[in-house]
């Protein structure tokens, strides 16, 4: 087990990298921030050169790998961080120096225990793309066919799990500190989901296995598309995949000068989202612009896979409906289902909820296309989520930050393309066919033949008791920390010191999860 000073040691090298920066200041003035924290952050910034603008994509960036990731994660809780910060982290390039390609060669032979020469024609020894975690090179496999190769970078899992434990730390002992907002935000869950999702980018047969499981989901969409994976050439540390031709969908001037249809481009990408998470329930995460490419014949194909996001079908019900709620104007049913799927605690009020959403959506309502934003309805609901005390729902996290991207690049395709008209006649009609009464018909006798099926077993388990589940799924297991701030700390001497640190080092984990909250 790590040591507390080597967590904290770690914790204060990387407060001070975000210090430089100017991401850890306005925590002073942070009203929610605790007073123990505010005097510490101010110990963290002493001496340092801050810039004008905070910048807090490049002070993650400084810090490292893991921290990239976690920036990214945070980009999605303009909630946590605040609108300036998220907004700055959606900016955050997850790109560093490549690894030589000599290391890249000898794990690449060592992951298949073969030959190179038995899988590969050739390989480029200058990588198309350098990242936190792996690195793509093009490739000829022994039977001709052109692929792209990525690699883990070498000792990348190991240094991944190290920073992570310190997260888990200093997650841990800020809710230690007794603040009601660290609790409602729960930083320890955070964590918990972003180690999560990091384990699975790490090991690149669940990558495969994603982007097969979407594909087949998406058989039936046309004009888009997902690389096919070489399943002889991938395993946990290197993942071959067919190569894509194709214009980067960011490169709108070159699209024009081919010939395709920027209207229809935009509004096929936001319909192929919408299918994936809404229909399917299961979508591609990473939508930014470096991971999807335009053929030839106007298909969009997307890559990378490592971040999925995966919604259940009632969940999916309960946003469908939310999201048509806000488009028709209906704003008592959209804080009905909040209410129906426990995401506000039920001693607030119904009518006083739904009078906040309107405050949300009226101001949105008449104004010109170009005007109209998903995002901005997405900062307007966390702006009173904390007044209805509604806690962070981390399944949601990845799908709120995959529809900003989306419009983003929609918006870039067509500035003139509304969100809400695009997305609004097939969310109605997913909700009729869904929520319509051959949907409820359905459901029933399915449902009742399925307990017929299962009575047995229920009369003998009659006296359980199963609580009402909510809309958010349960927390995932959190891991056991030994605090040494808090009330179940160790009563024992010698520990001032430690309890001194640990404050210190919460303070500056503080500064970095909350750092976008500027006066």
């Given at each position: 087990?790590t ?34 924290v505010?005097?510490l ?11 004008a ?12 790998p893991a ?11 303009p909630?946590?961080v ?16 490549p ?42 496999t ?7 190769l990525?690699?883990?970078?070498p000792g990348?899992?190991?240094q ?14 800020l809710?230690?500190?007794g603040?009601d907002?660290?609790?409602r935000?729960?930083?320890q869950l ?16 669940r ?14 969409f ?22 894509i ?25 936001v319909l192929?989202?919408l ?10 995460a ?20 490592g ?42 009020s ?10 949300v959506?009226?101001p ?18 966390f ?15 990845l ?8 419009e ?5 395709l067509n ?17 009729r ?23 047995p077993?229920?009369?003998?388990r009659v ?30 001497r ?6 001194a ?10 500064g ?8």
């Open positions: 087990m040591r507390p000073s080597t967590h904290i040691w770690r914790i204060l090298k990387w407060g001070r990298k975000l210090a430089k920066h100017g991401a850890l200041r306005g925590i002073e003035s942070d009203p929610n921030a605790p007073v123990q505010k005097r952050v101010r110990l963290a910034r002493l001496g340092t050169f801050q810039p603008t905070p910048d807090y994509a490049t002070a993650f960036k400084a810090i490292g921290a990239i990731k976690l920036g990214q994660t945070l980009a999605t809780r909630d946590l605040g609108e300036e910060a998220a907004h700055n982290l959606l900016g955050l390039q997850d790109d560093l120096p690894v030589v390609f000599s290391e890249i060669e000898a794990s690449i032979a060592a992951t298949f225990e073969k030959p190179l020469s038995e899988l590969f024609q050739e390989i480029d020894p200058k990588p198309v793309g350098a990242a936190s975690i792996a690195q793509v090179h093009r490739a000829v022994s039977d001709g066919r052109k692929v792209a990525k690699v883990l970078r990348i899992r190991e991944f799990a190290r920073d992570i434990e310190t997260y888990e730390w200093a997650a841990a002992h809710e230690a500190l603040s907002e660290a609790r935000l729960r930083p955070t964590i918990a989901n972003f180690k999560r999702w990091t384990n699975r980018e790490l090991d690149l047969r990558e495969a296995a994603s982007a097969s499981e979407l594909a087949e989901n998406m058989k039936g046309a004009g888009y598309r997902v690389p096919e994976i070489d399943w002889d050439r991938t395993n946990g540390r290197v993942m071959t995949v067919e190569w031709d194709g214009t980067k969908i960011s490169k709108v001037e070159e699209l024009k000068a081919k010939g395709h249809d920027m209207d229809e481009l935009a509004n096929r990408l192929a989202f299918t994936q998470a809404i229909s399917g329930g299961y979508f591609h990473d939508m930014h612009q470096g991971n999807l490419f335009v053929e030839d014949d106007g298909t969009i194909a997307a890559i990378d896979f971040i999925m996001g995966r919604i259940d079908r009632r969940a999916r019900m309960w946003l469908a409906e939310i999201l048509y709620g806000l488009t028709t104007g209906n704003y008592r049913r959209v804080a009905e289902i909040h209410f129906e799927a426990q995401y506000v605690p039920s001693y607030h119904v009518d006083e909820f739904a009078t906040a959403l309107r405050a959506g009226e949105m309502r008449g104004k010109p296309v170009k005007e109209l934003s998903v995002g901005q309805m997405l900062d307007g609901l702006a009173i989520t904390r007044d209805f005390d509604m806690q962070t729902q981390p399944h949601l996290l799908l709120q930050k995959t529809m900003v991207m989306v983003g690049i929609a918006t870039q500035p003139e393309i509304n969100m809400w008209d695009t997305s609004a006649p097939y969310v109605r009609n997913w909700v066919d869904e929520l319509g009464p051959e949907a409820a018909l359905a459901d029933a006798v399915k449902e009742n033949f399925s307990t017929l099926l299962k009575l077993d229920l009369l003998r006296d359980e008791k199963f609580p009402a589940k909510g809309g958010a799924p349960e927390a995932p297991p959190l891991p056991e920390i030994e605090l040494i701030v808090g009330p179940t700390a160790p009563k024992r010698g520990w001032l010191g430690y309890v640190a640990a404050a210190a080092g919460a303070g500056v984990f503080y970095a999860t909350m750092l976008g909250w500027i006066a």
